[in-house]
């Protein structure tokens, strides 16, 4: 299992849990429905999964409301089944990355219901964000939680308690010197058992400032920090920089602290990664200085459109702000929050997206179904679990289109997932996308995943910076190609509608879709594609 820093150029596979196998035919994935999987995980040539929460929880939020973060919920099995999982994950020398809440707890959590009970100016109270209503009955601020509707919530003393999220999603109190001593017990817990790293939730949330000053323009922050809300670019960043509740200095002192934890395993190489979305993007690179967490994710591929100039932006950035604190950047085409990026970009795109992504510095992360090409599940709105579907009364449709189950194999719905009905439809259209079908065709996205993740091992992994051939800002075809240089490999993308004429010296090595034919002595690179050659 030893490696050195096993996590810096790896492939994470991020599971969702409920979404990825089901074992017992209750139409939701479970964790001995992961286990069982685990083979075409390793196949397919990742070195780690992340796995979404699978902790006891009421499900408001898909699990990102912990009830108890030291056990198992029973929709997804027990604690022995997360030993198990462990263990065969590291029997096939995959690691696992284990995803840690703590901005908020669920109301269901036993702090919660104990600060319900003990009343106003108890120590239990203290534990989260309880205020009296100002004298006209409103609540101490106007903030508007992120998944819409009013961010408090009046307990029937007539206090209010802080939620970002939804209304079962009370936050915490990091002043309180309680709330870490738990945390830091919650991570010895699951390090003990064997994970190898974090994913933390909201990792900017943490602290909050003003919590009793009003924003002077709560529905424009609330549309800025909404991706799906179009807006002018410098108002967004404008109003991005007045957050009040987000990326405060206060919440690097944890991660300090939760470096030497992790630090004091020796051997283990126990890593980290951040969830913060932050402005400007330069203060991301705070959460990865030496001494505070491994990675930080990079979220802007997640929304980037399929255009040389904004990737060329995203990638130069990404690695040039982590170099000054010494870190490689992280990439992300998908994940359970966002679209699927064959439905946001095309799905030839994706598939030269992801290949352009792989030969990049740094670690990759893939949402699992992604390397089958899924788009997102249609779904009526009758279907929809999402808060932000229920709190906004349906105008924001919400998450569940990235979370349908996964098809596995066999021509009709649900496609191997489950021996019941799946907790979210899996459309019949799916029948050429499971795991089954694709392995059969050697020109699926599956397949490509496959070979491209080898060879990013073999000939890239480790291989230093990028030079750029052709961009935006280098070469003459800047429009439509994008090309760098990494070790002996030379990666193309053609982001163009017609086939593309490169200089690429070398023998293909990959290409994600359609045929590279060579044409006086220069490459012709298809339309939507990407390839890479070795030299
Ligand atoms: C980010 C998670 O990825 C998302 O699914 C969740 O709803 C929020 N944090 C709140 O925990």
Redesign the pocket.
Known sequence: MKSALWWKEATIYQIYPRSFFDSNGDGEGDLPGVTSQLDYVKNLGVDAIWL?PFYTSPNK??G??VANPRDVDPRFGNLDDAKELIAQAHKRNLRVIA?I?P??FSDQHEWFQAALKAGRGSKERERFHFYDANEDGTPPNNWIS??GGPSWTQVADGQFYLH???SS?PDLNWENPEVNADFEKTLRFWIDLGVDGFRI??AHGLVKEDVLTNHPDPQGLSNALRLDVAMDSEVRNALLLTVPYFDRQGVHEIYRKWRKLFDSYVGREIMAVA?AWVHPPVNATRYVRADELHQVFNFDLLTAEFDSKVLFDVVERSISLNATVNALPTWALS???SPRVASRIGEEQARALALFVFGLPGSAYVFAGQELGLPDGQLQDSDRQD??FLRTNGQIKG?DGARVPLPWSGNTTPFGFSTGKPWLPISQSWRDLTVESELADPKSSLHLYRNALELRKEFLVGAGGITWLESCNHGSKGDSLLSYTRGGVTVVMNLSDSANECDADGRLLIVSGGTVDARDGKKVIPARSTAWFLT
């Open positions: 979404s939020d898909g990102y409301d995803d809440v901005n908020h992120l998944f970002l999220f939804d999603q939730d909201v969830e994940n359970h929050d808060p932000t998450r």
